[in-house]
Structure formats: structure tokens, C-alpha cells
């Protein structure tokens, strides 16, 4: 999954409003996050196979340690970890732990959309559910979960000023579009290129939704 992600980010601001958005769409990618640079330093494998799924080109074949069960659990209690200590423990357990269940929140929202490729451990008993090979229903699944937690996030802050009101729609839109681009578009040329790809969208994603939150109160 993709942008479908940031619905959960959306959601969970809604449930604690101390909490960063840019921190939530931080966490919710985690996991890709990792990927994104233990791909390119050769630990976790992927290649590009057009066809393996009908949406989504990745042969993701060797990710043990970011996208099996017991790993999302461990980075899931990492971001726990990180954000209660992080400030400074100012931050309530509670949000701690609304930081973790978004990290983990990846792993379950993967599962429903991968092909057989997430492990339970290590690098064996591999799950997925297939949603690629329906792209069209993965794409309206990916469109729901994200406006249906910005919905939510709109509806619990108000805008200071009109970029704030305006801004998230439009942001969300764009994010819809460069979902629309990955699923419909040409596959990556290779393994490097979908890793830093995935890192830039997510640090942009970040940013921005840093940037919109702090028009919103
Ligand atoms: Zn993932």
C-alpha cells in the first residue's frame, strides 16, 4: 500500500492532537522507510518483474528485516520508544502508543495488498492477500482509507487561515495522483531507483503535511 497509509496518520491526530501529523506520516511508512535504505545498501533484496501483480511491478523477495510480522512489531515498539523518550518523556504514554500502532498499522494495511511476500519471521511463512492483482479495487481501497482519515482530521481541527482550509484536499489530491502514477505508470528501471523514489515521496509527504498541519488548529 501507499498513500492508503496516511489515512491511518490522519486518523490518529484526530485521537491526540499533540502529535506531529509529520510524525504520523513519518510512522506510518516506517517500515518503507527502512526498506527505502536497506535496499539500496544491498541487506533487503527487491526486483523489478513488470507482471508479478497487476498494479505493482516490486518481486519484493528478501525483506526480513523491515516487513516481517516480528520485525513490524519491534520497529513498532522502537517508535514507542523513540517518541516517549524523543521528548523528552513529555509525551503521554498514550501517544507513544498511538505512534507505535501507526508504525504497525503498515504492516497489516501491506498485508491486505501485497502479494504472498510478507514473512511471519525471518525470511519464511510468507503472507499477503493479493489486492495488487485487483487494481482497481486496490486503488478505490487506497483512495477510501486516505480521504476517510483526512475526512475525520478535517472535521477535528478547524483552519487558521485559507491555505489551511484549502490545503489538504488539494494535498490529498496530489498524493492521489502520484499514487495513480506508480499504479498506472511505467515500472521503475530497478531496484535503487524504487528505493529512492519511495524515500523522496515519503519525505515530501511528511513535509507537507508538516507544513498544512500548522495552518490547522
Ligand atoms: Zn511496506
Same mark, same amino acid.
Given at each position: 500500500?501507499?498513500?492508503?497509509?496516511?489515512?491511518?496518520?490522519?486518523?490518529?491526530?484526530?485521537? %491526540?492532537?499533540?502529535? *506531529?501529523? +509529520?510524525?504520523?506520516?513519518? !510512522?506510518?511508512?516506517?517500515?518503507?522507510?527502512? +526498506? #527505502?535504505?536497506?535496499? @539500496?545498501?544491498?541487506?533487503?533484496?527487491?526486483?523489478?518483474?513488470? #507482471?508479478?501483480?497487476?498494479?505493482?511491478?516490486? %518481486?519484493?523477495?528478501?525483506? @526480513?528485516?523491515?516487513?516481517s510480522l516480528v520485525a513490524a512489531l519491534l520497529w513498532s515498539l522502537a517508535g514507542y520508544v523513540v517518541y516517549r523518550s524523543g521528548r523528552g518523556f513529555g509525551a503521554s504514554r498514550r501517544a507513544a502508543l498511538l505512534v507505535a500502532a501507526a508504525v504497525f498499522s503498515h504492516w497489516v494495511l501491506d498485508l491486505i495488498v501485497h502479494r504472498p511476500d510478507l514473512p511471519l519471521y525471518d525470511d519464511t511463512l510468507k503472507m499477503g492477500l493479493g489486492l495488487w492483482n485487483y487494481p482497481t479495487v486496490a486503488f478505490l481501497l487506497e483512495v477510501a482509507i486516505l480521504f476517510g482519515g483526512m475526512l475525520l482530521y478535517l472535521r477535528s481541527t478547524t483552519a487558521t487561515t485559507a491555505v489551511g482550509r484549502y490545503g489538504m484536499p488539494v494535498f490529498g489530491s496530489v498524493m492521489l495522483?502520484?499514487?495513480?502514477?506508480?499504479?498506472?505508470? @511505467? *515500472? *521503475?528501471?530497478? %531496484?535503487?531507483?524504487?528505493?529512492?523514489?519511495?524515500?523522496?515521496?515519503?519525505?515530501?509527504? !511528511? !513535509?507537507?503535511?508538516?507544513w498544512l498541519d500548522r495552518r490547522r488548529a
Open positions: 500500500m501507499f498513500v492508503g497509509h496516511y489515512g491511518i496518520s490522519f486518523a490518529a491526530k484526530r485521537l %491526540d492532537k499533540t502529535i *506531529p501529523l +509529520w510524525v504520523l506520516f513519518l !510512522a506510518v511508512q516506517l517500515l518503507d522507510l527502512g +526498506w #527505502g535504505v536497506l535496499v @539500496p545498501l544491498g541487506v533487503e533484496k527487491v526486483r523489478i518483474v513488470p #507482471g508479478i501483480t497487476a498494479s505493482n511491478p516490486l %518481486d519484493l523477495y528478501y525483506m @526480513p528485516y523491515t516487513h495522483l502520484i499514487q495513480a502514477a506508480a499504479f498506472f505508470g @511505467p *515500472p *521503475p528501471p530497478n %531496484d535503487r531507483a524504487a528505493a529512492f523514489t519511495a524515500l523522496a515521496s515519503y519525505a515530501l509527504f !511528511a !513535509a507537507g503535511a508538516g
